[in-house]
């Protein structure tokens, strides 16, 4: 996970306070059921509140359109949804202690958590436990890599696609050769610089520095970059490949324009940024003599209908815009009641067994005939559907799911670029 600064932040928590009980909290206002679905929903709130509050609505939303439509009937006894909310704090450590809160209360579906740094413990010890989750927004490669016997799932993309694909495009479009990368020293950072730099260097191209900053510094804007920086820029390279959060990328474009190696460079670099970057926070906050040296990477909301309803529905509901991945938690958890409504049960082994179907797949599920296309806020369509025996596909607020046999979302990727002080849609990847 990686973003968030600027101006919005102030008008989303003026919005935030002026709605009161939807502050969150661990213990915020949860209504009380006769039966319900328990569904843990784990943030580090503590380390980005705005983002992950927003984050949290997304499947408040979600949770509070099923119940209005009725809930879940599972072996005639009516169940609604009850979130509930536990702060991870950005540390494993806390992670786990959080999760075996959950288990002992009975939990077995979890969704979250933010981080990537928090998020394999945590997988640890649902796999251990036979407990199902679903992340919107840790896109660490090593949860692909788990031997996770289907417990461990995701709504947003892999960072293993988004390092190929970044790769691909820097030397097979624009024939870059030369590279450099630039990352922070994180589970996150690391994953995806060596991705990218295996990727790169498989493709034929050369990787001249690939260099560190701290992760866990309290105040990027104070620390001295000068040792990285002229490591990283002791090389004229075509690209160089950023790895960061978005609250550090206007630090760095800042501190990149004004090292004194970047300035004596003839042909300057291009940069490269992640996925999970938001370019009108750096438009406002990043160096304006830089911006049009960047290219960045996302997946796409670009022609999908069910975003513009989402994000509909929850200026209505809540007074403000929904932040980046608040879509993915949304759509975690419409994917996992619809697999509970298709299983029948309330057991994650069985809820897994349909997530793949539900999601319109072709991959790890055997040949469906014609689902049926369920859009965002259509439970009661789909419940009705599901009811009679048909399949459904169901085409999420982030997008199509499309989860493959790792559990990972196959998403519509965005290559972006800054002109004019305007972002701009280059060109696409995927579906």
Same mark, same amino acid.
């Given at each position: 996970?990686?973003?968030?600064?600027?101006?919005?932040?102030?008008?989303?928590?003026?919005?935030?306070?002026?709605?009161?009980?939807?502050?969150?909290?661990?213990?915020?206002?949860?209504?009380?059921?006769?039966?319900?679905?328990?569904?843990?929903?784990?943030?580090?709130?503590?380390?980005?509140?705005?983002?992950?509050?927003?984050?949290?609505?997304?499947?408040?939303?979600?949770?509070?359109?099923?119940?209005?439509?009725?809930?879940? @009937?599972?072996?005639?006894? +009516?169940? !609604?949804? &009850? =979130?509930?909310?536990?702060? %991870?704090?950005?540390?494993?450590?806390?992670? #786990?202690?959080?999760?075996?809160?959950?288990?002992?209360?009975?939990?077995?579906?979890?969704?979250?958590?933010?981080?990537?740094?928090?998020?394999?413990?945590?997988?640890?010890?649902?796999?251990?436990?036979?407990?199902?989750?679903?992340?919107?927004?840790?896109?660490?490669?090593?949860?692909?890599?788990?031997?996770?016997?289907?417990?461990?799932?995701?709504?947003?993309?892999?960072?293993?696609?988004?390092?190929?694909?970044?790769?691909?495009?820097?030397?097979?479009?624009?024939?870059?050769?030369?590279?450099?990368?630039?990352?922070?020293?994180?589970?996150?950072?690391?994953?995806?610089?060596?991705?990218?730099?295996?990727?790169?260097?498989?493709?034929?191209?050369?990787?001249?520095?690939?260099?560190?900053?701290?992760?866990?510094?309290? @105040?990027?804007?104070?620390? +001295?970059? !000068?040792? &990285? =920086?002229?490591?990283?820029? %002791?090389?004229?390279?075509?690209?160089?490949? #950023?790895?960061?959060?978005?609250?550090?990328?206007?630090?760095?474009?800042?501190?990149?324009?004004?090292?004194?190696?970047?300035?004596?460079?003839?042909?300057?670099?291009?940069?490269?940024?992640?996925?999970?970057?938001?370019?009108?926070?750096?438009?406002?906050?990043?160096?304006?003599?830089?911006?049009?040296?960047?290219?960045?990477?996302?997946?796409?909301?670009?022609?999908?209908?069910?975003?513009?309803?989402?994000?509909?529905?929850?200026?209505?509901?809540?007074?403000?815009?929904?932040?980046?991945?608040?879509?993915?938690?949304?759509?975690?958890?419409?994917?996992?009641?619809?697999?509970?409504?298709?299983?029948?049960?309330?057991?994650?082994?069985?809820?897994?067994?349909?997530?793949?179907?539900?999601?319109?797949?072709?991959?790890?599920?055997?040949?469906?005939?014609?689902?049926?296309?369920?859009?965002?806020?259509?439970?009661?369509?789909?419940?009705?559907?599901?009811?009679?025996?048909?399949?459904?596909?169901?085409?999420?607020?982030?997008?199509?799911?499309?989860?493959?046999?790792?559990?990972?979302?196959?998403?519509?990727?965005?290559?972006?670029?800054?002109?004019?002080?305007?972002?701009?849609?280059?060109?696409?990847?995927?579906?």
């Amino acid at each position: 996970m990686k973003k968030h600064k600027l101006i919005a932040s102030v008008i989303f928590l003026f919005f935030l306070f002026s709605i009161g009980c939807e502050k969150l909290e661990e213990n915020y206002n949860i209504p009380q059921y006769d039966h319900s679905i328990k569904i843990g929903v784990v943030g580090d709130v503590s380390v980005l509140r705005e983002q992950v509050e927003n984050m949290f609505f997304g499947a408040k939303l979600a949770s509070e359109e099923i119940n209005h439509m009725g809930g879940l @009937n599972i072996n005639n006894t +009516n169940y !609604s949804i &009850e =979130l509930i909310f536990k702060n %991870s704090g950005g540390s494993p450590e806390e992670g #786990i202690k959080v999760t075996t809160e959950l288990i002992n209360d009975g939990v077995n579906v979890i969704i979250g958590p933010t981080f990537s740094s928090v998020a394999i413990e945590m997988a640890e010890l649902c796999i251990e436990n036979g407990v199902l989750m679903m992340t919107y927004s840790a896109t660490t490669p090593e949860l692909t890599m788990l031997n996770d016997q289907d417990f461990i799932w995701r709504t947003c993309p892999s960072d293993h696609t988004f390092g190929t694909v970044s790769a691909q495009y820097c030397f097979d479009s624009l024939q870059y050769e030369k590279a450099a990368i630039f990352y922070r020293d994180d589970r996150f950072g690391q994953g995806l610089s060596s991705i990218i730099k295996e990727n790169f260097q498989e493709l034929g191209g050369q990787v001249t520095n690939h260099v560190l900053y701290p992760g866990n510094v309290p @105040n990027l804007e104070s620390y +001295n970059f !000068s040792y &990285e =920086l002229n490591t990283l820029l %002791s090389e004229e390279v075509d690209v160089i490949f #950023i790895v960061a959060f978005s609250s550090e990328v206007a630090i760095l474009t800042n501190e990149i324009y004004n090292n004194e190696l970047y300035q004596q460079l003839e042909n300057k670099p291009k940069l490269f940024l992640n996925d999970g970057i938001v370019p009108e926070e750096l438009i406002i906050n990043g160096n304006p003599e830089i911006l049009e040296t960047i290219i960045g990477i996302t997946s796409t909301n670009e022609g999908n209908a069910n975003y513009n309803i989402y994000k509909e529905n929850y200026i209505e509901r809540f007074g403000f815009s929904p932040s980046t991945f608040s879509e993915h938690a949304y759509d975690a958890v419409y994917s996992v009641l619809y697999a509970t409504l298709r299983a029948g049960s309330k057991q994650p082994e069985d809820i897994i067994e349909f997530l793949r179907e539900i999601s319109g797949s072709e991959f790890c599920v055997d040949f469906i005939t014609d689902p049926v296309i369920i859009n965002v806020n259509e439970f009661d369509v789909a419940k009705n559907i599901i009811e009679k025996g048909q399949t459904i596909d169901y085409e999420g607020a982030s997008g199509p799911l499309n989860f493959d046999c790792n559990g990972d979302p196959v998403p519509k990727i965005v290559i972006w670029g800054i002109e004019n002080n305007e972002y701009k849609e280059i060109t696409y990847y995927g579906k």
